[in-house]
């Protein structure tokens, strides 16, 4: 699994912030946001995974950096210290539960 930061671009004057995720499929790939965005998706740095051999260079518009596993966990962990991997390379978080 390969881990990647970007940003949402915002073209012309859409309402909405456009991600890299349908130029990762057009090239063969899967690009998936996780629940690990700083501060917030409109404005910050979103964590997702890449399955696929995508040139990130076809995705310069959106800022993107390709991390380490320990990498991306650490940026998890900057916005939850009790962030963990998962065995399939996913990042999660303890569950809360309420009484």
């Known amino acids: 699994m390969r881990y990647l930061t970007w940003k949402l671009t915002w073209p012309g004057d859409a309402q909405y912030g456009v991600g890299p995720e349908s130029v990762v499929a057009e090239h063969g790939g899967r690009l998936e946001a996780s629940q690990w965005v700083n501060p917030t998706v409109e404005a910050g740095t979103i964590l997702g995974?890449?399955?696929g051999g995508v040139d990130l260079g076809l995705l310069a518009d959106w800022d993107i950096a390709e991390l380490t596993e320990a990498e991306?966990?650490?940026f998890a962990r900057?916005?939850?210290s009790d962030a963990f991997m998962l065995d399939d390379g996913r990042?999660?978080?303890p569950e809360v539960t309420f009484s």
């Open 49 to 51: 995974y890449l399955n």
């Open 78 to 80: 900057g916005i939850n």
């Open 72 to 74: 991306a966990l650490a």
């Open 91 to 93: 990042i999660g978080e």
